[in-house]
């Protein structure tokens, strides 16, 4: 593919807000395997799905056969970025800092192509090693001499905390942008990278490295920023009932990350199957055509949650997720296996621990789905509660050790969606 049909396909999918000089970019990545990068603070121990849009388009990148760089910032995030925020970021310890890094450099390990044989091959790089031993005077007189104060406190990053009442901005974090541009020049010196991607907050301090670079070495490098994902009704994306979508299985699980995206909004599902997949352009016009005549069906949600789950976490992640969902909404819980069960338990299904031997009602009134042990005996005569799939008649009836699912849960239903799960400690 040409650089030109890539970056107009780029521009379809929406993954394009600004790009410096259009036409040296498609000279610059017409000419050969060319390298470019992305920067990731870390700022928890695992990325969230707002950046799978960075990591996607290096992917994306690669696969039209350059080089990426994937920049972990040891260095910045020890100082915090301004951009995007009203207040100042707390300070993490440099123990912290460098256990999230590490933590981050296997996670996304997974999302590139760090093996193959040609040039393509991706790289980690870490901005703490050019900048852990740099004297503050040198970094004064080589790069804080090419900023302007003046240009710099009219950027929206440090304007709109300058204006303010009681907040302002810290030296720290007004360093920031020298950071960043002084990643670029040092990756144009010694990987000749000359293109930065980032989100569209990023675009200043891509130019800002961009102009650092013509200073110091004469050469034209180039910018390209993407969208902040958001919702169509305006809500924060990423976010669930439960908090943040990780991309770590421990801190979101597989059947909850399914979940997140097969209850995407019918108005945003073609918008998300163009920026997180890499589904072809027909195929996501035709689940569009399929959504807009027939939305009951859901099939762009499915190809969404399917595609999206098997690239962060693997093709069974998805058989396992699909199997919670037809055994949950069919109330089948026999196919459940133990894992299944013990995702559910992480995922904050409602769960209580009781020994063997409790009574059903008690159990009931435990779990929270009734107020009273009379108010769950006729729950259960009206055929209201069934107890891992099976309907319930007997009122006196125990939760005994043979009942248990894999010897320690029982699934209690009350309704068609009223899940309840009780754990039995070992």
Not at 302 to 311: G, R
Not at 369 to 386: D, F, M, V
Request: charge should be negative.
């Amino acid at each position: 593919m040409s650089a030109q049909a890539f970056i107009d396909e780029l521009r379809w999918r929406g993954l394009l807000t600004q790009v410096s000089d259009e036409e040296g970019l498609l000279d610059y990545l017409d000419s050969g395997c060319q390298s470019l990068y992305c920067g990731f603070d870390p700022t928890a121990e695992s990325l969230h799905v707002g950046s799978l849009v960075p990591l996607l388009a290096l992917r994306r990148f690669q696969l039209q056969g350059h080089r990426p760089l994937l920049l972990l910032g040891g260095a910045t995030g020890l100082i915090g970025d301004p951009s995007g925020r009203d207040d100042e970021r707390s300070l993490n310890t440099g123990e912290t800092v460098s256990a999230w890094v590490q933590a981050l450099r296997a996670q996304v390990s997974g999302f590139l192509e760090f093996d193959t044989k040609n040039d393509s091959a991706a790289k980690i790089v870490n901005n703490l090693d050019w900048t852990h031993d740099l004297p503050v005077i040198d970094f004064l007189r080589d790069i804080g001499k090419h900023f302007s104060v003046n240009g710099m406190i009219q950027r929206d990053s440090v304007k709109s905390r300058l204006e303010r009442s009681n907040e302002g901005i810290s030296y720290t974090e007004f360093s920031y942008m020298l950071l960043q541009a002084m990643d670029f020049l040092r990756l144009a010196q010694s990987e000749n990278c000359l293109l930065q991607i980032g989100g569209s907050d990023q675009w200043v301090n891509i130019v800002s490295g961009i102009d650092l670079i013509r200073r110091h070495t004469g050469k034209s490098a180039f910018a390209f920023t993407m969208p902040l994902v958001t919702k169509a009704d305006g809500t924060k994306f990423g976010k669930s009932a439960a908090g943040a979508v990780w991309l770590d299985p421990k801190k979101t699980s597989p059947y909850a990350f399914y979940q997140f995206w097969l209850n995407t909004a019918d108005t945003d599902v073609v918008k998300f199957l163009k920026l997180f997949t890499f589904l072809q352009p027909e195929e996501i016009e035709s689940l569009g055509i399929q959504t807009r005549d027939h939305p009951e069906h859901r099939q762009a949600h499915k190809k969404l949650a399917q595609e999206v789950t098997t690239i962060v976490h693997g093709a069974q992640a998805v058989v396992a997720a699909e199997r919670i969902s037809a055994a949950l909404f069919a109330g089948d819980t026999q196919k459940l296996l133990e894992s299944d069960l013990q995702e559910l338990q992480q995922d904050g299904m409602p769960c209580t621990s009781c020994p063997a031997g409790t009574g059903l009602l008690t159990a009931i009134v435990e779990a929270g789905l009734t107020k009273s042990a009379g108010e769950a005996r006729k729950l259960i005569q009206a055929n209201g509660i069934k107890l891992n799939g099976e309907s319930i008649s007997d009122v006196g009836r125990d939760l005994t050790f043979e009942d248990a699912l894999f010897e320690r849960f029982y699934l209690l239903r009350k309704g068609k969606k009223n899940y309840h799960l009780i754990a039995r400690g070992r």
